[in-house]
């Protein structure tokens, strides 16, 4: 079942590698339909209700009255649930694990899944006993790994701040099965 989760990104950064690297960061700007986005670029939304940029990587939407796409919110409580505990609520880092919100300011979305996979150890922030554990084998991890990467990105591009998030996108059907799928659950 790991598989299945792990095949959007695979295919995403194969697909990459014939286009040019994109910028890691331009900060959060008002998208042609007034919402917040990432540098302001125009995001198409899938059934899933996940917003992706021109160039294929997967980003926040958050509408003038602050109404976050499902995958922002998601985000924001699977960190929650699996991250904060090393790296600090809201990304804001820990004496322990750097601060994520500043992290995605210049992570490019293959470095950060690479690293949630496979861990890291010792490459400038922690200490050789700090450690950031592999996650490659964690479902309820793996299952979210975008939905991860689209909340901090929003904190980094200051498109959130650490308020708690209240108005959201519903949860669409196929993403509810996605999920099922990725977690071996039958629909
Ligand atoms: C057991 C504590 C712990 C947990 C839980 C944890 N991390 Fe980490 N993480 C670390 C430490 C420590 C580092 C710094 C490693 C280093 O640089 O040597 C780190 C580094 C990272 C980095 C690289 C940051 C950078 O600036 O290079 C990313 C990305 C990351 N973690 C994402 C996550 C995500 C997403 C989660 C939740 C799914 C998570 N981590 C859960 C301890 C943890």
Redesign the pocket.
């Given at each position: 079942m790991l598989a299945a989760c792990l095949a959007a990104p695979v295919a995403f950064a194969q697909d990459q590698q014939a286009a040019p690297a994109p910028a890691a960061t331009t900060g959060v700007g008002t998208a042609p339909d007034g919402s917040k986005t990432e540098g302001g670029q125009a995001a198409t939304k899938d059934d899933l209700g996940k917003y992706t940029l021109e160039d294929g990587r997967p980003t926040y939407h958050i509408t003038n009255d602050g109404t976050m796409d499902w995958f922002t919110y998601s985000g924001y409580r699977?960190?929650h649930a699996?991250?904060h505990?090393?790296?600090g609520p809201d990304g804001m880092g820990s004496s322990?694990?750097?601060a994520?919100a500043?992290?995605l300011k210049t992570?490019t979305y293959e470095e950060?899944t690479e690293?949630?996979v496979n861990g890291?150890?010792?490459?400038?922030?922690?200490t050789a006993d700090?450690?950031?554990?592999a996650?490659g084998q964690n479902l309820n991890?793996m299952c979210y790994l975008d939905d991860?990467y689209i909340y901090?990105k929003a904190r980094a591009d200051g498109a959130l701040g650490r308020e708690r998030p209240s108005k959201r996108e519903d949860k669409t059907k196929a993403y509810g099965a996605n999920e099922n799928q990725c977690f071996g659950r039958p629909n």
């Open positions: 699977r960190y699996e991250c505990v090393c790296h322990y694990a750097p994520l500043n992290s992570m950060f690293t949630v890291k150890q010792n490459v400038g922030h922690g700090q450690v950031m554990p996650f991890v991860l901090l």
